[in-house]
């Protein structure tokens, strides 16, 4: 069974769209990715601003920063 993750972005965002499109595949299998926005709450846009995207973990708490690949995401999962 595939961990539930988060993908920290906001709208607007070039890089979050490419990194979307990257884990669409999975999701279409199964994986569930929340979609947060940095931007609010005012205290995300601090951590990850000058990060974004970034895929988050929810049951590890693992982070996986820009730029990534759909392969890197598969071995993150692991």
Known sequence: ????CQLFGTLGCHLC???EAEIMPLVEHGLL???VD???????????GLRIPVLR??????????????????????
């Open 38 to 48: 940095i931007t609010d709450p005012e205290d995300l846009t601090e951590v990850y």
């Open 33 to 35: 990715v929340e979609l």
């Open 1 to 4: 069974m595939l961990p539930e």
């Open 17 to 19: 769209e490419i990194a």
């Open 57 to 78: 973990r929810v049951d590890t708490g693992a982070e996986l920063d820009w730029p990534f690949d759909t392969q890197q995401v598969v071995a993150f999962l692991r």
